[in-house]
């Protein structure tokens, strides 16, 4: 298979990698992270500083469903949020949409494949997410935050892009912004369908030409056992927040740790729109070659937890 060299400033950085063999061993910390979920939420909601009310809707990671989702839009309404699932099944990565290549949406640019084995199974579901988003902004009325777990948080992304007039805020969960499933462990579950997962990463990457305008938060893992570290940093868009945590892939959407930063993210929110202010600046000035440094940035923070 001959590989398509991008220019763009995110696939071109040189450490991306599949996770080290001992960060996906240290996934095993879920098991803890189930333990503290179940203690969280027998607990009543705590009496502090809480999030306005708000619109969110949840997307699952790859293989998930609504039921992966319940226990975060479960503690989300105990502090007085309107929380929904998807309301698309499991997410397959689109594997379960049947579609040609004459089916995918002029706005995603990409260059047509003789060979075609499915590449564009996510763009498909992130064409149905964005009309999920749709409903439900015309069910309630008002603007809607977006939180993704792994793939899920890509869906997200590609969903606020293309409605900034509704997607009013994205939190994402180790999701793997760069590359698709190149970077992940799951990549050979691709392969093995035949797909070029060169195509994939491009078609990604130069969806970036239309920035995201809605702020991200993006909740990252430096020891993620199933997506790389350095293909969950955005060093793209204009107004993202990375906030490093210590946590398993597949434990960072029943994670109370994980669940309070979002609240802080939230409030956060909240207090630029009581300032009137852009909490994020627009300007990217760091070297896309290397990872955020912790504290502030130009127009991307760090915070480790």
Known sequence: MNQKASTHPQAAHPAFARPKLIHSLKEARVMIDMVRMIAALSRPASGGNQPQHRQIMVFPGFGG???????????LQGLGQTAQ????GQNLAGSNIRHTQADIPSHWPITPRSRYKGEAGVIMLCEQARQQVIASH????????????????????EVARDLPHI???????GSPVVGGPKYTTVAPLFRLRGMDLD?????????DAVPIQAPITAIVSPSDGVVG?????????PQVTHISVDAAHIGLGINPRVWALISAALIERDAAGRDGRRVFL??????PTKPP?????????????
């Open 65 to 75: 469903g609504d039921a992966s989702t319940w226990p975060l839009r479960r503690h």
């Open 85 to 88: 699932g998807w309301g698309m």
């Open 138 to 157: 015309a069910t309630h009325q008002s603007p809607i935050t977006l939180i993704g777990w792994s793939l899920g948080g890509y869906v997200a992304r």
């Open 167 to 173: 997607v009013s805020h994205v939190i994402t969960l």
């Open 199 to 207: 195509w994939i990463e491009q078609a990604s990457a130069e969806r």
């Open 229 to 237: 570290y350095q293909a969950a940093l955005d060093r793209v868009s």
């Open 282 to 287: 627009p300007e990217y000035k760091q070297d």
């Open 293 to 305: 440094r912790l504290g502030w940035q130009s127009a991307a923070k760090t915070r480790s937890w």
